[in-house]
């Protein structure tokens, strides 16, 4: 009854107190002890192998979205057979961690690792000393750290449980190792769980035809996660590039060489922002209006003018960003902007639009202060020293960036590597020069000409 029952559990938790009662007072004895221990049943859709004949099958979610328990589960599901005595399909794991330490700790001891999943009849026996598991029914799980790849240079198997792969130091070397070491029987598979992390061995994995993937983020296992840690990561990551990749499962890809590296833009994230000098709102506007122009890059930023030049800290308040069908629907936007953040001025590129462009600000608003600044330099060289004040700590942003912090990696200083025009990033360039590099002495380097 319960092995037909693939989605029972939301079935299950979704119904009446009276269908619960009904369906539990059906079970015998023998089904309500085993009904915790058939993954199958309680499983959400991402823990569960996709159907084909795949080599391997690749987990990505955000933290504590069920990876491991998935991975251990699949363990499970390779090693034993109908009975507890009974063979498997495999009969040799690999259990590969970045260490020893974590493949046991996490893999095998954690609250959601094999020893954790197993029923008491199937449970298998830890053997330190050889640093195996060894079930009931004779199948073996042995340990291996990526950190020595050479220990898996003769050793054979039929499955293996890759954990955290995009972490690992020695990533190739460990999983060149291990495919040589997936030799036995007739069709051996390897499970994959990890965070994404744009890593070339991890990217090159997904692009195999012989992958398959399945992706869910944090909150796909809220059921399972205390409420504190979920508001607590909701309201410090939601919107950041590091929230997208560690709560979503998003793989976040940079260009090679890239002049803004995730780790300076997760360093800059804040949740608080202080009383600021000074606010504007910078625009990059489309060359044409119509529905297939570009987007006009619309970022509000402000700066705490504090002590001398070279310590004041800029804060990147608002994307605004529209994808406008007129130049009256961007130069709204714009204009709504500063009146939601009490900004100063507007900042606007009139390379494109030279004399337009004010006219279609004056349209809205005859009143509004604007200043107008024209691009002489190419738009690496006007972004470069941009990304030094990131590099100085100098500039924070605040949640709900992604946008724009996925146009920031794509900069490099042999130019744009991304899609479309970065119109984000021409107008927060735009902005951070108003507020910090116009500001700096003559007599000390600075942007000469923009």
Known sequence: MLRGLRSG???????????????????????????????????LPHQLPPAGDWRSWVILGGRGAGKTRAGAEWVRAQVEGARAADPGRCRKVALVGETVDQTREVMIFGESGILACSPPDRRPEWQA???????????????????????LRGPQFDAAWVDELAKWKRAGAAWDMLQFALRLGDRPQVCVTTTPRDVPLLKDLLDRPSTVVTQAPTEANRANLADSFLEEVRARYAGTRLGRQELDGEMMEA?????????MLERAVVVEVPELTRVVVAVDPPVTGHAGSDEC??????????????????????????????????AEAAIAAMARHGADRIVAEVNQGGDLVEAVIRQVDPQVPLKQVRASRGKAARAEPVAALYEQGR?????????LEDQLVQMTMLGWQGRG???????????????????????QPRMRSL
């Open 129 to 151: 000393g050889r640093k195996r598991l060894v079930w009931p029914n004779g199948a073996e799980a042995q340990v291996f750290s990526a950190h020595d790849p050479e220990a």
């Open 255 to 263: 260009a090679e060489g890239a002049l803004w590296s995730a780790a």
């Open 421 to 443: 025009s970065p119109d984000r990033l021409d107008a927060l360039v735009w902005a951070l020069h108003e507020l910090l590099i116009a500001h700096v002495p003559a007599r």
């Open 9 to 43: 559990a939301s079935w299950i938790a979704s119904g009446t107190a009276d269908l619960q009662a009904r369906f539990l007072d059906e079970l015998d004895e023998g089904e309500l002890g085993a009904l915790p221990f058939l993954f199958e049943f309680w499983a």
């Open 395 to 403: 500039v924070r942003h605040v949640p709900g960036l992604s946008g």
């Open 297 to 330: 890059g619309i970022i509000v930023a402000g700066v705490l003018a504090e002590g001398p030049v070279q310590s004041w800290r800029a804060y990147v308040l608002e994307d605004a960003t529209v994808h406008a069908a007129s130049p009256a629907q961007w």
